[in-house]
C-alpha cells in the first residue's frame, strides 16, 4: 500500500471516523504488527494477538496524532513498543519475558507444538530467548523489519548511541550461543 | 565525580568496540540466515481484524454525529453565502473594486495595512501549526 493512500485512508479515519478505511489499514499492517509481538514474547501467539489488539484500538483513538512525518507502520510499530514495554512492567513481578529461560522455551514450544503449529521456530525463539528485553526489540526491528539505528532509536525513544550498544550486545550474545549449540556446522 | 563518570563511559564504549570487532563476518552470516525466513513471514489474517473492528470503542460513535453537525452546519453556510451573493448581485461590488482601483492606485497607507493584514494572518496561521505540533504523537 503506497504513502498516499495510507495518508488518504488515515484522514478519513481522522476525519470521518470511517471505519471501513480503518478496516483496510488494520487489514494491511496486521501481519508485520503481531510478528513484532511474536518475536517480542518467545512465539506466544494468543498474547501477539491480544497485545496487537491493543495497539490498532490505540492507534484508532488516537490517530489525529499521526503527523505522516514517518510511515503508518513506523507509527503503528512505535505504540506497539510502548504496548509491550507497558505491558513488561506490569507483569514483571509474575512472568517476566525479558528474560525467558531456554528452558521454559522449549516447555512452551512442545505444548504449542502439542495443539498448533508453532509461528516462530525454536531456533529464533531459543536466540533471542538470550536477550533481554530492549536488545530483543533492537536487533529484531533491524534484522527483521529493516530499520535504520536512528529509526529504532526513534521509535524506541531510546538514545542512539544505547540502541548501538544493545545491537552489538544482542548480536554477540546471539552469535555465542548459536556457535555452543553447533548451529555454525 | 565527573571524571570517573566518564571514564566508565569510555569503558564501555570501548567494550563495546571491542564486541563489535569480535562480531566476525561469519556470526553475522549466522545471524543473517537465521532471521531471513521471518522478513517474508507473512501472518494469516484468520479473524483478527474482524476482532479489533468489533473491539472499537463505542463512543466514536457520538463523535462521529458532532463530525456530521459540523459538516451540515458549514454547508448551511455555504449555500447562505451563494444565496446572498446571487440575492445582492454581488459580481457588480467585485467588478466595481476592481475597476477603482485600476483607475486610482493604491495609497501607501492602504499598502501598509494590507501588508499588517496579511503579517497577522501568518502569525495566526504559524502559531496553529505550533499548537498542533506540540500536542501530537
Redesign the interface.
Same mark, same amino acid.
Given at each position: 500500500m503506497g504513502r498516499l493512500n495510507d495518508i488518504a485512508l488515515v484522514t478519513q479515519v481522522a476525519v470521518f471516523h470511517n471505519k471501513r478505511a480503518f478496516d483496510q489499514l488494520v487489514k494491511e499492517y496486521q501481519s508485520p504488527v503481531r510478528r513484532f509481538f511474536l518475536t517480542q514474547t518467545g512465539g506466544d501467539s494468543q498474547l501477539s494477538d491480544d497485545l496487537a489488539q491493543e495497539t490498532f484500538i490505540k492507534a484508532y483513538t488516537s490517530i489525529s496524532q499521526f503527523r505522516g512525518t514517518s510511515s503508518f507502520l513506523t507509527w503503528l510499530i512505535r505504540i506497539a513498543y510502548n504496548v509491550h514495554y507497558d505491558y513488561r512492567r506490569s507483569t514483571k513481578p509474575i512472568q517476566h519475558t525479558d528474560e525467558l529461560a531456554p528452558a521454559t522455551l522449549l516447555a512452551a514450544d512442545r505444548a504449542t507444538a502439542s495443539t498448533q503449529q508453532p509461528m516462530l521456530s525454536n531456533d529464533i525463539n531459543q536466540a533471542l530467548a538470550q536477550l533481554n528485553g530492549e536488545e530483543r526489540a533492537c536487533i529484531t526491528l533491524q534484522m527483521i523489519d529493516g530499520y535504520a539505528i536512528d529509526e529504532i532509536a526513534d521509535i524506541t525513544g531510546i538514545n542512539k548511541n544505547t540502541v548501538k550498544s544493545h545491537l552489538r550486545r544482542g548480536k554477540e550474545k546471539m552469535a555465542n550461543y548459536l556457535r555452543q549449540n553447533g548451529y555454525d556446522r | 565525580m565527573d571524571m570517573t563518570d566518564n571514564r566508565t563511559d569510555n569503558k &564501555?564504549e570501548f567494550a563495546?568496540e571491542q564486541?563489535?570487532e569480535?562480531?566476525t563476518t $561469519?556470526?553475522?552470516e #549466522?545471524?543473517?540466515q #537465521? !532471521?531471513r525466513? #521471518?522478513?517474508t513471514?507473512?501472518?494469516a489474517?484468520d479473524g483478527?481484524?474482524q476482532?479489533?473492528?468489533q473491539? #472499537?470503542?463505542r463512543t $466514536?460513535d457520538a463523535?462521529?454525529r458532532s463530525?456530521w453537525l459540523s459538516r451540515l452546519w458549514t454547508l448551511i453556510c455555504v449555500v447562505v453565502a451563494l444565496l446572498l451573493f446571487v440575492a445582492l448581485k454581488g459580481w457588480y461590488v467585485i467588478g466595481w473594486s476592481i475597476i477603482t482601483m485600476l483607475n486610482n492606485p493604491p495609497s501607501m497607507s492602504t499598502i501598509l495595512t494590507l501588508f499588517a493584514a496579511l503579517a497577522l494572518t501568518v502569525l495566526i496561521a504559524t502559531t496553529e501549526v505550533v499548537h498542533r505540533?506540540n500536542? &501530537? !504523537?
Open positions: - | &564501555s563495546d564486541l563489535h569480535q562480531l $561469519a556470526d553475522n #549466522l545471524l543473517e #537465521l !532471521f525466513p #521471518l522478513r513471514m507473512e501472518v489474517d483478527f481484524t476482532r479489533v473492528m473491539r #472499537l470503542p $466514536a463523535e462521529l463530525v505540533y500536542y &501530537s !504523537f
